[in-house]
């Protein structure tokens, strides 16, 4: 699906683990209790180091989207949904909305996260429509 | 116009240029096309390389040098006694506007008499045009965007789409600014794009990533532009029009007090609220101006969207009605305020890194009075809008005629 493949850090190589696992998980810190995302070991709010990883439910909303007719390389499909959704956690990620009709799409959308494997050792969190 | 406390250190734009060219310029490379506009903007200034002692240079995507100011000097022959010769990074469509603010502060402290600010990039010969969309596209965070192909148009297609949800903008008004510039570069014979174009041309164009059809993107093209900066006193002894520097502000994410920048785009907390609304206010306090004063806007229109971006969070017009003033005609020449008299991005030229610097001498050229059929009648003060990093810093500068 994809050309370029993440290579974990010391700051996110839990963050694919679990990936690879099923399940999205993001670096909570327990000095303020702020979520951290991107992840990283030194919270960006309190400069606290005492992180914890934390499950996310997996539910989201489709905050925005663009529809790619036009793949900048060959690795990707030829039409794809780039969007930015919210976990009802509150953190914003870039994703792919999949398994529908890209013209389907709409902002505010519910969507849920699958996993994709991109290799033996990467799984990109996606989202697909959430069964209502 | 409130008048300032002046000083001979005050830094003023006493030179422009460009390359030979801008479009597609085949045969020259990165660092010639470069050297063409230095050479140029000095010629104008009525300098030699033999008077700079300070260099500003954007790094380019194509040639890439360690130290990329280093080889530019080093190739254009800037003698042994300058005292500041850098560079800005990559993917910065705000550099051209940091530069004059960089090239400001090394005259106003006296660190620099003669500063040359210059950038350039055969964007179009030097690379296919998958190549430079693959190069931009390579520009995200490489674990938590990079993946999910995010190529540029998208990103800004996220952004448009957004503002079309809250506010109703419509794909009309977005190529409204498509044709906007169109019809401006139809008056400029350096453009790289001039024939006219229609709304419905804009729409029934290829689609890229949705909102945008191809013709709501900017160019793809070779070239480069140059800005020379000087004290007050050194331009008096030139006895050339010198164009004022009034104010520079410059904000990070959403300009906001505490809360953390960012610097890539999915980090960004809205997409709608960008930091201009304070750079823009900081610029225009500096400078002692109001919106009633700006008589040309120069806005980085990389996609249909930003120019109404820009046109809102710096207070020309209220949130969410910037399509509608495109739309309506107002951002022509001739119009409320036209914006980018040159044809912009979208069809005067777009060699990647030095896109946004073209603006300059477009703004200078103006408000010299320089501009034939599309001159702004009596234009004295301009504002020139930018941004870099994904949505993530924001410079506005305010120039102006001497008076």
Redesign the interface.
């Known amino acids: 699906m994809s050309v370029t493949e993440p290579v974990p850090t010391a700051d996110s190589e839990v963050f694919w683990e679990r990936c690879k696992a099923g399940e999205l998980s993001l670096p909570r810190c327990r000095d303020c209790g702020e979520l951290n995302w991107f992840p990283r070991a030194m919270c960006r709010y309190c400069s606290g180091t005492d992180m914890e990883w934390v499950p996310m439910s997996g539910q989201a909303t489709v905050y925005s989207f663009s529809v790619v007719d036009r793949p900048p390389s060959p690795g990707l499909p030829g039409r794809y949904v780039l969007a930015l959704v919210d976990l009802d956690e509150g953190v914003r990620m870039m994703t792919h909305v999949v398994d529908c009709d890209p013209d389907e799409v709409r902002i505010g959308m519910r969507v849920s996260v699958r996993f994709q494997p991109i290799s033996d050792e990467i799984s990109l969190p996606v989202f697909r429509p959430a069964i209502p | 116009m409130t008048a300032r406390g002046s000083s001979g250190r005050d830094p003023v734009i006493i030179g422009v240029g460009e390359s030979s060219a801008v479009g597609r310029v085949p045969g020259k490379s990165s660092l010639m096309l470069h050297a063409e506009a230095a050479l140029a903007a000095l010629g104008d200034a009525g300098l030699r390389k033999e008077d700079v002692d300070g260099v500003l240079t954007n790094e380019s995507y194509l040639d890439y040098h360690v130290r990329h100011s280093m080889a530019f000097a080093e190739y254009f022959g800037i003698p042994s006694t300058a005292r500041m010769i850098t560079s800005i990074p990559l993917g910065s469509g705000a550099s051209s506007g940091l530069f004059v603010h960089y090239a400001a502060n090394a005259i106003r402290s006296g660190q620099c008499e003669v500063v040359l600010a210059v950038s350039a990039d055969n964007f179009l010969s030097g690379l296919a045009r998958?190549g430079a969309?693959?190069a931009l596209?390579?520009n995200r965070?490489?674990?938590?965007?990079?993946?999910?192909?995010?190529?540029l148009?998208?990103?800004f297609?996220?952004?448009?789409?957004?503002h079309m949800?809250e506010y109703g903008t419509t794909p009309e008004q977005l190529a409204s600014v498509a044709v906007t510039m169109r019809r401006h570069a139809s008056m400029n014979p350096r453009a790289h794009q001039r024939d006219p174009i229609t709304v419905a041309d804009v729409l029934a164009s290829?689609?890229?990533?949705?909102?945008?059809t191809l013709l709501m993107c900017s160019l793809v093209s070779d070239g480069g532009a140059a800005v020379v900066v000087t004290t007050r006193e050194r331009a008096r002894d030139l006895d050339r029009p010198a164009i004022e520097i009034l104010g520079a502000g410059i904000a990070y994410g959403d300009g906001e007090d505490k809360v953390?920048l960012h610097s890539?785009?999915?980090?960004a907390?809205d997409?709608l609220r960008i930091g201009t609304h304070v750079s823009a206010a900081q610029a225009m306090a500096q400078a002692g101006v109001t919106h009633a004063d700006i008589d040309v806007l120069m806005a980085y229109d990389c996609f249909a969207i930003m120019p109404i971006l820009y046109l809102e969070a710096a207070g020309f017009v209220g949130a969410g009605e910037g399509g509608a003033f495109f739309a309506g005609g107002r951002a022509e020449l001739g119009g409320d305020l036209p914006v980018n008299p040159h044809g912009g991005m979208m069809s005067y030229a777009h060699p990647g890194n030095p896109g946004g610097l073209f603006m300059f001498p477009e703004l200078v050229r103006q408000l010299r009075g320089e501009c034939g059929p599309r001159q702004v009648a009596g234009a004295e003060v301009g504002m020139v809008t930018g941004y870099g990093g994904q949505m993530a810093f924001w410079p506005v500068t305010v120039l102006g005629r001497s008076r």
Do not use: M, N, T
């Open positions: 998958s969309v693959k596209a390579d965070d490489k674990e938590f965007e990079a993946p999910y192909g995010p190529a148009p998208a990103c297609g996220l952004v448009a789409q957004r949800h290829r689609p890229i990533a949705s909102p945008f953390p890539s785009l999915s980090q907390r997409l």
